[in-house]
């Protein structure tokens, strides 16, 4: 157990609709990470927030936003949803903002129907 | 059993054997690489890491190899177990830089 919490485990939803998906890093840890892993592209980074602030964004969609509350808990949205948007999404943790050892959680499994 | 480069990504080997995983990272400027094991469900999982002013280190039954010349790094496992059975992924990123870059990973599976 690395100590990040996801939820929730699936989600299974419609084109065009709207999910979110939470984050709880450990305890202690300021930086939450989003990564999307879909079977043709990999495991991809999408964006990573650092106490409270966006720090950096990598491929991810302007369909989809994320944001870290102050307790440090994050969530990602994604709207408008597409068959491609089916993925593994994943929330990591540091404690702190780059190259640190990064702890995953469990994911969430999103299927667009 | 050896893996070569992300062109196998499967990798079936004997358990008590020795496992070799490689990895060619795609940045010259990377400069921190981590091994990651992905189990079935699960999130990945951290390995191994290794800085570029390091070209071995070794860890509990694992070992990284970074060559920097060719830009490759491996993992090796040592008498491999069947719950060394995963996905493994090498990721590189720089000093300064937040987010790792993950290879397309190579799936072993330990034969009993």
């Known amino acids: 157990d690395s100590g990040v919490t996801q939820t929730p485990k699936h989600l299974i939803t419609a084109t065009g609709q709207r999910v979110t998906l939470r984050c709880s890093p450990r305890s202690g840890d300021l930086s939450v990470y989003w990564y999307q892993q879909s079977l043709d592209q990999g495991l991809q980074f999408l964006i990573q927030?650092?106490?409270?602030?966006?720090?950096a964004k990598g491929n991810i969609l302007e369909r989809f936003s994320a944001q870290q509350f102050p307790d440090l808990h994050s969530e990602l949205n994604l709207s408008s949803l597409e068959l491609g948007d089916s993925a593994l999404y994943f929330c990591?943790?540091?404690?702190?903002?780059?190259?640190?050892?990064?702890?995953f959680g469990p994911g969430t499994r999103l299927t667009v129907l | 059993g050896e893996s070569v480069g992300l062109h196998l990504p499967t990798l079936s080997v004997q358990e008590g054997d020795n496992s070799i995983i490689n990895c060619a990272y795609s940045n010259s400027a990377s400069d921190y690489f981590i091994w990651y094991k992905q189990e079935s469900g699960k999130g990945p999982q951290f390995i191994i890491d290794i800085r570029s002013n390091m070209d071995k280190r070794q860890g509990q039954r694992v070992t990284v190899l970074l060559n920097k010349t060719v830009k490759h790094l491996s993992l090796q496992i040592a008498a491999t177990q069947p719950g060394d059975s995963a996905v493994y992924f090498c990721a590189e990123t720089l000093t300064n830089d937040y987010k790792l870059s993950f290879g397309a990973g190579t799936t072993v599976t330990v034969r009993a």
């Open positions: 990591a943790s540091s404690v702190e903002g780059q190259n640190n050892e990064q702890f």
């Open positions: 927030y650092y106490n409270g602030e966006e720090r």
